[in-house]
């Protein structure tokens, strides 16, 4: 998977750079019309056009049948069931070739995340530091992989210069995590590193201030599953005794759309369709 997520940032990295000096919201919405019109071209020659077409053209018969033959309870009944059938029929043409689209639609998506879902952590003065009370920082949690959970007491961290630790690091050998919050000082783009005993075993990039990159992501996980959304750092090493290490970035403020990975979400999906729609049938697709 990090191969695919490694060509997939390259890959993105070269076609975001022209739409993006439009701006980050206007390269969003964009491209994301731009996906959702080739995913309903591959549909067209992935899927059973004639039928579609012709599950929904029997739909349409049976409903102009109940218009037509209201007073005749057989014919309705007959109808009613037919539509109800035909339904089943047109979602499971439609859904099967839906299936291997939300691949791509997956890749796209996370990369779109990582690049515009989130703000490096804000830099803060020493002497608020100084004053920050719990839950003021930015709370790191390390957790281990469940058959090295026993070994959390042992867990220690590096942070570059810049970020500095506002609690302790709070363990716990049940769950096998650890805990602590941290703020940013100073502009930092660098890496937490993690290590168990006298090894290291990990690490995870961190941005702070104005230190903008590319690509960011919170987490940093050894999952198969979480790194197709989460593509921006390799996956840490199958040999790892580290199940993941993570943060919280906050929010980026973008113009007239909304913000965070649900505001990434809604807007990719909504161009997609929405430039689909416009065409479907100049396209002769049917969906």
């Known amino acids: 998977m990090n191969l695919v997520n490694r060509l997939m940032s390259g890959l993105f990295d070269v076609l975001m750079t ?28 992935i899927s059973w056009q004639d039928g579609i077409k012709r599950a929904k053209d029997k739909i349409k018969g049976s409903m102009i049948a ?7 309870l057989v014919i309705v009944a007959r109808s009613v069931c037919s539509v109800f059938l035909r339904n089943f029929q047109y979602l499971g043409l439609n859904f099967g070739p839906i299936l291997p689209l939300l691949v791509p639609f997956v890749l796209v998506l996370s990369q779109f995340v990582v690049r515009y879902a989130y703000d490096p952590i804000p830099v803060v003065s020493q002497e608020e530091v100084g004053s ?30 810049g970020i500095v630790p506002i609690t302790k690091l709070a363990r716990s050998a049940s769950t096998g995590q650890a805990f602590v919050e941290i703020a940013a000082v100073e502009s930092v783009r660098g890496e937490i590193r993690v290590f168990l005993g006298d090894d290291l075993v990990g690490s995870k990039k961190i941005v702070a201030g104005n230190e903008r990159t590319r690509t960011m992501q919170p987490v940093r996980t050894s999952s198969f599953w979480l790194s197709w959304m989460f593509p921006a750092e390799d996956t840490l090493g199958a040999g790892s005794p580290l199940a993941s290490v993570e943060f919280h970035y906050p929010n980026r403020e973008l113009a007239y759309i909304p913000d965070g990975e649900i505001g990434i979400l809604v807007v990719f999906f909504l161009a997609s369709i929405v430039f689909g729609a416009a065409v479907i049938k100049p396209l002769r697709i049917q969906i």
Do not use: W
Request: proline fraction near 3%.
């Open 18 to 45: 022209p739409f993006e000096l439009l701006g980050a919201e206007l390269a969003l919405i964009l491209v994301s019309g731009i996906v959702g019109i080739a995913c309903l071209i591959l549909f067209k020659y």
């Open 66 to 72: 109940i218009r037509i033959y209201q007073d005749d």
């Open 132 to 161: 920050m009370l719990s839950g003021e920082g930015t709370m790191v949690t390390i957790e281990l992989k469940s058959e090295h959970a026993n070994r959390a007491k042992e867990l220690h961290l590096e942070l570059p210069e």
